[in-house]
């Protein structure tokens, strides 16, 4: 393990398997998810199947996350992840995938910098910059 190392940690609403899910099928790595209820058996019934804790790990990417049980409707907010690398067709797959039943809010485009470049906002509120390095082009 590097001496420091930096995870994205994503907070869901309640969507999180769902969320988790979609994002192996897109990334590939294993899944590992644990309840709340799994954790601490006097939980609040509300937030037993809730999800405390998950990773996905050895695909493309390492994600972990939670549902926020603290949340409201507006969630606490949200961040930008940025993927990036030198393979152009599956980059531009991982993009076309993050992008069904979201929104693309910046197309894949050559940018000043030499880069192809695009922005997406996923089905769960998630906003993915995408870079693909100009190096290999």
Known sequence: MKEVSLNAYLLFDGNCREAMVF??????????????????????????????HASLMGGDIDLMASDDPEAGPQGRGKISLALGGTNEEKLRRMFDGLAEGGKIIVPLR??????????????????WMMNISADTQ
């Open 23 to 52: 994002y192996q099928q897109l990334f590939g790595g294993e899944l590992k998810m644990q309840t709340y209820g799994e954790v601490n058996h006097s939980c609040p019934a509300a937030t037993k199947d809730s999800i405390m």
């Open 110 to 127: 050559r940018e000043v910098w030499g880069d192809i470049f695009g922005v997406v906002n996923d089905k769960f509120g998630i906003n």
